[in-house]
Every structure is written in structure tokens, then in C-alpha cells.
């Protein structure tokens, strides 16, 4: 990688090595069905899947030379060469027994009654070896290694969840609707007397337009009011969180005058033997509408939802000498609604339809005990489910004067940094400093408004169709990797998208008043790249998710006796986006993800 100095990609891919991983997988379902009695049907399943994985990760030394004198080495990728080997088995095994009952009495009462049991059992091991040092870097196996840099471990997990539930549906001439659910849940993750859970649910819904006093109104073909709520538990917090686990590891020892390794044991997380189920309780009502013959079809809902029971790492006293373990003592709460609209019609020839879908929905943190957990992506009492927490910034330090009559995060902070407002101190007011006294919640982290919809097009033989969707509201943060120049230890690019747009010492006034990012340096990363304000954008986007056209080929009399019918037909998906992301981002990849593509598609479908 010749006058490179930073880490290439190309260079990586090149040169960099393979990181291999190849999945295995044995799917079954064998299904044993038997009526005894009419109207009665049992059921027996039994679905085993097996996972063989295997994974290789060679990461091989990648030198980058100086320009003018390729035999000088700049900067390495990695120290030295290295292979991780794992392999990883396991087994899911399902087993179900329903039995199901249905039955009309006098031609008006229509039962339906279900009894289930269900077993899941999962078991994973794993092996895993390494080495370092290969002289050979062209052959990726593990005895081509330094033996004094080789290394392995192992782990195996298991957990089984058991469950008895039942349901009652019941509706009466088709127009009044009833159905009671119930599961009993037990998992292996919790204690024996902790470890099972009730969780029933109900629902009802009324078919208004089957009523007497409906029937005159031509314009609506269908009208059902429906309501329902519910329990749901989780049981997925980790396995056996309740019990003294002991941890591993290795440690050095004098003895005998001489160094010597040792496994050592011991308990780091104070259990917790009543820690229980996650419950979310959850209330929806909702209306669904056609008008018009069905051409025109409406569906709308409203939910709340309450989540108890989540698990928070609560305090406790540090002479103890644990770490704070995981307890039942959290609360969240969700609002939300949805809406969907379809119209359909065929006039002729020609015939076209489209439909559209919206929600919404926020999440905010009811109780959590006292606690907050205050990280880039914060939970506090009050506020939002992940929302952002940080500074606010006040713009960009334009001269000396700025930077020291205006509160700073430290001695480092110059002109071309960015300046942040003073909101609070240790005494609850401005203490002319910046320092997490003034970090602030600055607006949720998760998508809002949203939305989807199809627009399809018919003429003859010929169809159009299209798909799209995207998210009305949401505040996206521009990563580090992004925006931060020289990340690799004070050597390596400036990204792209901020070329020309920061502060600089060669720039003029009016430049640097509308400079959109920071000056270029190192030694002030840390007030510069710190959550704040300055980095959240509009992450609302608009994508063009698929267009397909397609035409059916009429067939012969002497090939329709063996096909139905050809369409051939072109289909581009990923076309457009509209977004305020930076050139070259996606709102719906991560910043070291790759990208969502466009990819372009022919073919033809054969009926026979």
C-alpha cells in the first residue's frame, strides 16, 4: 500500500486476509395429525434444527510506505499476523401437542377451543483456538504459528422454556366476536420458585355493518370496532442470572522462586435468586373500514403499553465486592397508533391501486429506581427510551476573546473549537466551566412518523409497480468516523464531507462565521467529538424502495398446451433515497456498515 497514510480499504481487502464464516444448518418437522372426533383435531410436532458453524478469521499485516520512499514503513495495520479459529454447535429443539376443537350450536353460536403444550430446549458449545506470528502468511492454518502466541477456550450454554396456554374464540352469527387467551410460562433461567408466569389476554370486536340499521347505508361495505388487552412476558435477560456464578480466569503466581500460571475462580456478580419475568401489559382499540364496494379500505389503531419488571443494575454497597447485579425494578410506558389506507379499482382495460401505512409511537421511562444510565444513548426517569444526552453547543470559539471570557471544557480548547452553553455546576447554577453538570437530554434517538406504501398500475398486459418507505422524524448523530480527522493515532485522512467546510486559520472571517465543522486537530478531539447538539441532523429519509415493469408474453396455440403464460419483467431496487445524511451515508446502514445498494434485475416467470 504505497503512499498511504491511514488505513485503506482496498488495501484491506487486498492484503488484509479472509474472515470466513460458513453456516450449517439441519432443519426438521415431522408432524403427526389425528381426528377422532369430528370437529376434534390433535396435533403432535416435533422440530429439531442443528447448527454447524464454522468461522475463520485470518487478519494478516498490512504495511503502508512512505511516497516518496516505499522501503520506509509509515504504519502497520495490526502487530503481527493472526488467526482466530471457532467452531460452534447446537441444537433448538421444539416440541409442541395442541388439540382443537370446533363446533357450531343451532347455526349461530361458532366455538373455537384451543390446548397447547410447547417445549424448547437450546444447547450451544463452542471451541476456539488462535495463534500469532505467522512467518507464511499465505496459507491460513493454525500450526503455521508461533506456539508461544497460541491460545484457546471454550463455552456451552443451555436453557429450555415449557409452556401450557389455551384459547376460546366465540362469535356469535358472525357479528359479535370473543377470544380469551392464556399461557403459563416456565423458564430455566430463573430460580424453581420464581420460574413461572401467568399471562392471559382478551379481545372483542363487533361487525357494526352486519347490523339491521346498517343496511341502508350503501356507501360502506364493512365496519368492525375491535378492542383487546394483554399480558406478554420475557424471559431473555441472560442465563441463570439467579445463581452464584463462578468466573475464570488465569493468573500469575510466585512460588519457589518462579513464575507460575494458575486458573483462578471466583463470584463477581452478586446474585439475585427472585429476579423474574419482564411483563409488558398492553391495551389496543382499533377500527376497520371499507368503503365503496371495497375499493376503499381503512384500518386504524391506538395502543398503550406498560413494561414492569425490566432488569436495572441497581446499587450496592461496594464493600460487598461485587458488581451491581441485574433487578427486577424498571418501568417504561408506549403510546402509539397506526394507520392504513388502500384504494382499489378496475376501470376497463386499465385497473390501478395503491396503498399507504403510518405509525407512530414513543416510549418513555416511568421508574427506574433512582437510577440513570447516562451514556451517549441515555435513560432517565422522565425522559425517552434512548435518548440523546450531551451538550449543546453554542457554535464554533472565532477569537481569543471568545475562548477566554466563554466557558471551556479545558486548557486545550482553542480558537476553531466548538463552544458549549454552561447550564449547570455542582450547586445547580453556571460555574463558567464545562464539565457533565451540563450534559442535557437532547431528543430521542428512535424513528417517528413511520411510513410505507405500494402503487401499482395495470394496462392489458402490461404492469407497473413501485414501493416505498421511510421515517418522518428522528434525530440521527454523525459518528466519529465520520466528521473526526487523523482517528488513527494522530496519522490518517480528513473525511470527505467535511473538505472544505472547516474552521481554518487561512480561511476569512465570513468563512470561518459559516464553518460547519470544527478545525482540523487532535489535541482537542476531546472537547470536539464529545456528544453534543452540534453533531445530531435531521435523520428523516424517503426511499424508493422497488420499481418492477412487466409485460405478459402472449403464448402460442402450440406452446399453451405446456404453458400458461410468460412475463418478463425488469425490477431496480434501492433507486433513491432522499435524506440530509452526507454524501455517500445511508440512513439505513450504520457508519461502518456497508451501504444499501442499487441492484438491477431481469428475468421471466413461466406458468406451466
Known amino acids: 500500500a504505497l503512499g498511504k497514510d491511514g488505513s485503506n480499504i482496498l488495501a484491506e481487502v487486498n492484503d488484509g486476509g479472509v474472515n470466513e464464516k460458513i453456516y450449517n444448518q439441519l432443519v426438521g418437522r415431522f408432524v403427526l395429525d389425528f381426528k377422532p372426533l369430528e370437529g376434534l383435531s390433535l396435533k403432535a410436532v416435533l422440530a429439531p434444527t442443528l447448527n454447524f458453524n464454522k468461522f475463520k478469521a485470518f487478519a494478516k499485516v498490512v504495511e503502508y510506505t512512505d511516497k516518496n520512499d516505499p522501503s520506509r514503513v ?36 361458532n366455538l373455537d377451543f384451543l390446548l397447547g403444550y410447547e417445549e424448547n430446549t437450546i444447547k450451544s458449545e463452542a471451541l476456539k483456538a488462535s495463534r500469532e506470528g505467522f512467518l507464511i502468511t499465505e496459507f491460513p492454518y493454525l500450526d503455521l504459528g508461533a506456539e508461544d502466541l497460541r491460545d484457546n477456550s471454550g463455552s456451552a450454554s443451555e436453557s429450555a422454556l415449557r409452556s401450557y396456554f389455551g384459547r376460546i374464540n366465540y362469535n356469535y352469527k358472525n357479528k359479535y366476536y370473543l377470544q380469551a387467551n392464556a399461557r403459563y410460562d416456565g423458564s430455566s433461567r430463573f430460580h424453581k420458585d420464581s420460574r413461572w408466569a401467568f399471562f392471559p389476554s382478551f379481545s372483542a370486536g363487533w361487525i357494526i355493518s352486519e347490523e339491521k340499521f346498517m343496511k341502508n347505508i350503501s356507501f360502506m361495505s364493512y365496519l368492525k370496532l375491535r378492542g383487546s388487552w394483554g399480558q406478554v412476558g420475557n424471559e431473555r435477560i441472560g442465563d441463570y442470572p439467579y445463581q452464584a456464578a463462578i468466573t475464570h480466569n ?12 494458575s486458573k483462578t475462580g471466583a463470584q463477581t456478580i452478586y446474585a439475585i435468586r427472585d429476579i423474574t419475568w419482564e411483563t409488558t401489559e398492553s391495551y389496543d382499540i382499533g377500527v376497520d373500514m371499507m368503503f365503496f364496494n371495497e ?13 414492569k419488571n425490566i432488569l436495572l443494575k441497581l446499587d450496592i454497597p461496594s464493600y460487598l465486592g461485587y458488581a451491581n447485579p441485574n433487578q427486577n ?3 417504561i410506558s408506549t403510546k402509539g397508533w397506526e394507520l392504513e389506507a388502500s384504494w382499489r379499482e378496475q376501470i376497463g382495460d386499465f385497473k390501478y391501486s395503491f396503498s399507504f401505512n403510518i405509525s407512530d409511537a414513543k416510549t418513555v421511562i416511568d421508574d427506574l429506581k433512582g437510577t440513570q444510565q447516562k451514556g451517549n444513548l441515555a435513560k432517565i426517569e422522565g425522559g425517552e427510551f434512548d435518548e440523546w444526552y ?12 471568545q475562548v477566554d471570557n466563554l466557558p471551556k471544557m479545558n486548557s486545550s480548547v482553542q480558537i476553531g473549537d466548538i463552544c458549549y452553553e454552561d447550564i449547570s455546576g455542582p450547586d445547580g447554577v453556571p460555574d463558567g466551566i464545562i464539565s457533565d453538570y451540563d450534559k442535557v437530554l437532547l431528543g430521542g434517538s428512535l424513528p417517528r412518523y413511520t411510513y410505507g406504501g405500494n402503487i401499482s398500475l395495470g394496462y392489458k398486459d402490461l404492469d407497473i409497480s413501485l414501493a416505498f418507505q421511510g421515517v418522518g422524524k428522528m434525530k440521527s448523530r454523525l459518528s466519529n468516523v465520520q466528521v473526526q480527522p487523523f482517528m488513527e493515532s494522530g496519522i490518517g485522512n480528513v473525511p470527505k464531507i467535511i473538505d472544505g467546510k472547516f474552521w481554518s486559520r487561512n480561511n476569512s472571517v465570513e468563512q470561518n462565521m459559516a464553518a460547519r465543522y470544527p478545525r482540523l486537530s487532535t489535541s482537542s478531539a476531546t472537547n470536539n467529538y464529545t456528544m453534543s447538539d452540534f453533531w445530531l441532523i435531521d435523520g428523516s429519509y424517503f426511499r424508493l424502495k422497488n420499481i418492477t415493469v412487466g409485460y405478459r408474453i402472449p403464448v402460442g396455440r402450440m406452446l399453451s398446451q405446456y404453458i400458461k403464460n410468460i412475463r418478463a419483467y425488469v425490477s431496480i431496487n434501492d433507486l433513491l433515497s432522499i435524506n440530509k445524511y452526507p454524501k455517500g451515508w445511508d440512513p ?9 445498494v442499487t441492484t438491477f434485475m431481469g428475468g421471466f416467470n413461466l406458468n406451466f
Open 250 to 261: 488465569d493468573a500469575l503466581f510466585w512460588q519457589n522462586g518462579e513464575i507460575v500460571s
Open 588 to 596: 439505513e446502514s450504520s457508519a461502518t456498515g456497508y451501504p444499501i
Open 74 to 109: 509509515l504504519y502497520t495495520s495490526r502487530p503481527k499476523t493472526t488467526l482466530n479459529e471457532t467452531r460452534a454447535d447446537g441444537t433448538v429443539f421444539n416440541g409442541q401437542f395442541l388439540a382443537n376443537y370446533k363446533k357450531t350450536f343451532a347455526k349461530v353460536h
Open 390 to 401: 450531551g451538550y449543546r453547543a453554542k457554535g464554533i470559539y472565532q477569537n481569543q476573546q
Open 329 to 331: 425494578a424498571g418501568e
Open 295 to 307: 375499493r376503499l379500505k381503512l384500518t386504524a389503531d391506538y395502543y398503550k403499553k406498560r413494561t
